[in-house]
C-alpha cells in the first residue's frame, strides 16, 4: 500500500498566478499541483491536494487525514496567523506535519511573524515559493521512510 499524504492549502492560494505575482509567483495552483503529483509519485505516495478557502472545512479534513493520511503538508494560508482551530485539529494528527509558505513570512508585515501551527508542525519550509512544495514532498517521503 502506497503512503498517502493529504497536502492542504489556505484561503486565497485558488488565486495564485495572478494574486500579487511579485510575492506569490506566476504560477497558478493547478500548476502547482501537476508539480506535486508528479513528485508525490516519483516518491511513491498517493497524494490528496486540496484548497478552501473555509476555515472549518480545513479543520474538517485535518480530521479526516486522522483515519485516511500517513503524513500532513499544509500552507493554512491566512489562517496561519489566526487559527486556533487548525492547531487544535493538528494537534490530534499523530504523523508528521509540515507547514509549508510559498513567501517567508518573517521578511514581511509583523502580523505575519506569528504562526498558529509552527508549534504542533514537525518542520516549517517557507520562502522558496513554488518549489518549496516539491521540497515539502521530498521531506516528507523521507520522515515516512524513517518511520518505518
Ligand atoms: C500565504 C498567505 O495567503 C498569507 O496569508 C501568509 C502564505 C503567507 C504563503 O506565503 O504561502 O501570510
Known sequence: MPRTVFLLNGPNLNLLG??????????????????????A???GLALDFRQ?????????????A???????IINPAAYTHTSVAIQDA?????????ELHLSNTHKREAFRHHSFVSPVATGVI?????????LALDAMATLLMEAD
Open 41 to 43: 509519485a516519483e516518491h
Open 66 to 72: 486522522r483515519l485516511a493520511a500517513d503524513g500532513l
Open 90 to 98: 493538528l494537534r490530534m494528527f499523530e504523523g508528521p506535519v509540515i
Open 18 to 39: 495572478t494574486r500579487e505575482p511579485e510575492i506569490y509567483g506566476h504560477e497558478t495552483l493547478g500548476d502547482i499541483e501537476t508539480m506535486c503529483a508528479n513528485r
Open 126 to 134: 517557507m520562502g522558496f515559493g513554488p518549489r518549496g512544495y516539491a
Open 52 to 64: 478552501s478557502n473555509h476555515e472549518g472545512e480545513i479543520v474538517t479534513w485535518i480530521q479526516e
